[in-house]
């Protein structure tokens, strides 16, 4: 057993770590939220991540994303992400993806064999597009809503879709599943339940939020991966 794996070994046990090891996770959006689910994926030993973003590394993204630093001004944020992951460990094979996700780009990719996906996109469009294609594969998805504006991590909660309240993007998420007559009970969320603290046109943002709710996604990618029944139970 690679060294690397020995206190992931002691805690979930020899059979969960292999699953993990066998295991596919695509996750969307390697920002604040997206890059710190990434990383946890990887360190986990997640065989195969997807790392799929649209943007590149910019200096005002170095407060709060952990994947990046100031070498990685100006690369794409997936290639970037997959330097990092080599630089940590090298038996997890990462896909870096660069596109902009809607409908039209996700009917050109193939993610029916990934375990769960993981929504870390900030564009409403861009959510629902994933959710259906999730519904439409049949695989778990795990979303991400507001963590802009926000500081206290301990605030950061998974819920379901439909048991989600008070936050602005989950309000427009909602109305666009019920739209699209998909299924909220399926769609669980990493939500804050913290009152903004500012109102700005461009959120702002520490490290604390989205980093809490990238642990949580990914976590809850892991129980999924690692605990056969735990899909299941999410959709109970």
């Known amino acids: 057993m690679p060294q690397i794996d020995e206190r992931t070994e002691m805690l979930i046990g020899v059979d969960a770590k292999e699953r993990l090891h ?13 890059g710190t689910a990434f990383e946890a994926l990887l360190r ?17 993204n170095l407060n709060r994303q952990l994947l990046f ?21 090298d038996d997890v094979n990462v896909c870096s993806e660069n596109y902009r996700i809607d409908e039209n780009s996700l009917s050109c990719h193939d993610y029916s064999e990934c375990d769960c996906l993981i929504d870390a996109v900030d564009d409403v469009t861009a959510k629902i597009a994933l959710i259906r294609y999730a519904a439409k594969i049949g695989k778990p998805i795990l979303v991400s809503l507001g963590m802009g504006n926000r500081l206290n991590p301990s605030k950061v909660e998974l819920r379901r879709l439909d048991k989600t309240e008070g936050d602005p993007l989950a309000k427009k998420v909602r109305y666009e599943c019920r739209q699209n007559g998909i299924d909220m009970k399926n769609v669980w969320c990493a939500v804050s339940t913290e009152e903004p603290l500012v109102r700005t046109n461009k959120p702002s943002s520490m490290m604390m939020v989205p980093s809490a709710a990238g642990l949580l996604l990914a976590y809850q990618a892991i129980e999924i991966v ?9 959709n109970e």
Request: glycine share 12%; aromatic share 4%.
């Open 44 to 60: 986990s030993g997640v065989g195969t991540i997807y790392a799929v973003d649209c943007d590149v590394v910019d200096e005002t």
């Open 22 to 34: 066998q295991a596919k996770v695509a996750v969307f959006g390697l920002g604040g939220v997206g």
């Open 226 to 234: 690692a605990k056969p029944h735990a899909s299941d139970m999410l």
């Open 69 to 89: 630093t100031k070498a990685d001004i100006g690369k794409e944020k997936a290639v970037a992400a997959k330097e990092r992951a080599t630089a940590i460990r």
